[in-house]
């Protein structure tokens, strides 16, 4: 198994830039594992689109596993469908759509596998109704290090089970899923933008939405200030009960090239930021939306990584507790504004009560805020730590998933369940992640 160097076993966001993978390969998903001979450690990998490290395996082994990418079985009276692991949500939606089901939760991009989903335990806009991705995976197969292929589930393997839907590819490699897809009528929702002012607004519309929408987000303006800080569109949709008699076109526009680093400064975001909220006039509007620009519309642009130019970009997530919600957010929000370093993309959205089964899952309830920073070195990381001393002062977490650099204390503060999940890590298994958090680089 020779050694090799590959840019397609980058993060999405391009850092840290992986030096030296080694690469492992497999010839069938239900065969034997391929171990490392020098003693390394192995990672199972996906489509790549983690945003920091936690996909990554840097000067140790990585294990491609998209290719095992077979259908097993599909109960149509459930919607129970088992699929090999490698399987995207992508081809799941290509099958299934047209047959009348969804996916029961989705993150805002397609191009995830199943093992990927469990892995990360993703969550999507319907968090507040449906919990996370593990909920709705009765069982999933597990390959050990030790040769063992077990099936794991509430009721089997329940400790692994557990440790596994969120357990970030540690506790072995997924080789099969089985999953309950959610029935629709049509590929269509019914949805509706709301323009609000402020992140008071956003609150209040937040929580009359939850009653009447399946599935909500928000886009915020980071750049705005005084009365108008936390500006935004907030989305919200459910699913149709009719549909048109032709779908869109869906168009995947390719980012032409690098982006030069300049060109995301805080002159353009700001520009961007303010174009984009006042494109919509009205302060409602409501519509008919087919469900890939509802719920993917950064997929319709491949490469879209590359605008933040070579030296990638940081995406930081949190959540906060919903007693604390109102000032940590607007906090955050004034830092952000004060440090002249806005985000080009930032999500907002609120997390329901909804417990996950997986020991290290990110979402509970509270609020939760995506970010975007591009990486300008020192200012973009003392910024970043900056804000992880305010979250943590709430009580609130930082999802692994989309992180880069976060230090080992504020990992740990996340994940109270650590020494939980710990004795249930692969001993053959790791990740770029793993050791930074850890302190054992």
């Not at 991009?109 to 093992?115: E, N, Q, R, Y």
């Not at 469900?291 to 605008?307: E, G, Q, S, T, V």
């Amino acid at each position: 198994m020779p050694k090799k160097i590959s840019a397609r076993y980058q993060s999405w966001g391009r850092y840290p830039q992986i030096r030296n993978e080694q690469i492992a390969h497999m010839e069938r998903i239900t065969g034997p594992l391929p171990l490392p001979s020098d003693g390394g450690t192995l990672l199972a990998h996906g489509l790549g689109r983690s945003y920091g490290d936690s996909c990554v395996n840097d000067t140790q082994w990585i294990l491609p596993c998209a290719g095992f990418n077979n259908f097993i079985s599909f109960d149509a009276a459930t919607g129970t469908l088992r699929a090999e692991a490698g399987v995207s949500l992508a081809t799941i939606l290509d099958v299934f759509v047209p047959r009348g089901w969804f996916l029961p939760v989705t993150p805002g991009t397609k191009f995830v596998t199943l093992g990927g989903a469990i892995a990360n335990d993703i969550h999507g806009k319907n968090h507040h109704v449906a919990g996370t991705f593990g909920r709705h995976v009765p069982q999933f197969g597990l390959l050990r290090s030790s040769g063992e292929h077990l099936t794991c589930s509430s009721t089997e393997n329940s400790a692994l089970y557990a440790a596994t839907i969120g357990g970030m590819g540690l506790t072995g490699v997924i080789t099969w899923v089985e999953l309950k897809l959610h029935p629709i009528r049509s590929p269509y929702l019914n949805t509706r933008t709301t323009k609000f002012r402020n992140l008071d607004e956003f609150f209040d519309i937040s929580q009359e939405s939850d009653a009447e929408f399946e599935y909500s987000v928000s886009w915020v303006d980071c750049t705005s200030e005084g009365n108008n800080l936390g500006r935004g569109l907030f989305m919200a949709g459910n699913f149709s009960e009719r549909s048109r008699s032709k779908a869109p076109a869906e168009l995947a526009i390719p980012f032409p090239c690098q982006a030069p680093s300049y060109l995301l400064n805080s002159f353009f975001i700001r520009s961007f930021n303010t174009l984009y909220y006042n494109k919509q006039i009205s302060r409602v509007v409501e519509g008919l939306t087919h469900y890939n620009p509802f719920f993917y519309p950064l997929d319709a642009i491949l490469n879209w990584n590359r605008m933040y130019g070579a030296r990638g970009f940081f995406q930081y997530q949190f959540v906060v507790p919903f007693e604390q919600d109102r000032g940590i957010i607007k906090e955050i929000f004034a830092r952000i504004t004060r440090s002249k370093r806005a985000s080009f993309l930032a999500v907002l959205k609120t997390f329901g009560d909804i417990p996950s089964p997986g020991l290290m899952s990110f979402p509970r309830k509270g609020v939760t805020l995506a970010l975007d920073f591009p990486n300008d070195g020192e200012p973009t990381l003392r910024l970043m730590n900056e804000l992880d001393k305010v979250v943590m002062d709430a009580g609130g977490n930082i999802y692994p998933a989309k992180d880069a650099r976060m230090p080992s204390y504020v990992f740990r503060a996340s994940h109270p369940r650590l020494h939980q999940f710990i004795p249930h890590i692969d001993p053959r298994f790791s990740s770029s992640l793993w050791r930074r958090v850890m302190e054992t680089a």
